[in-house]
């Protein structure tokens, strides 16, 4: 039987079996296809997921998240903002 809960602390939380970075296009399109009653949000939604799938399958692990840190979408604990230039000790 399989379990739903991570091996890993720092592992990327999944939702059956795309992980969050790839399932939240197709949330997305979902979302925006039932505000605009049309399925051309869903297909795209699924295209961006298969993108994303595709280039965290060349890219190192975790380099989505060190991007959106450094593009100040997240932070990450115990770091300083990632858009910040000057850092004082």
């Known amino acids: 039987m399989k379990k739903w809960i ?17 399932f939240l296009p197709i949330l ?5 296809a039932v505000l605009y ?4 949000p869903i297909a795209a939604g699924f295209a961006l997921s298969f993108v994303i799938g ?5 890219a190192p692990k975790g380099f989505l998240s060190h991007l959106f840190y450094i593009m100040g979408v997240t932070d990450m604990q115990g770091f300083p ?9």
């Open 81 to 89: 903002v990632g858009l910040s230039r000057r850092f004082l000790e």
């Open 28 to 32: 997305l399109g979902f979302v925006l």
């Open 54 to 58: 595709g280039y965290k399958k060349k």
């Open 37 to 40: 009653h049309c399925l051309y």
């Open 6 to 22: 991570p091996k890993y602390l720092t592992s990327s939380a999944q939702f059956l079996f795309w992980e969050q970075e790839e």
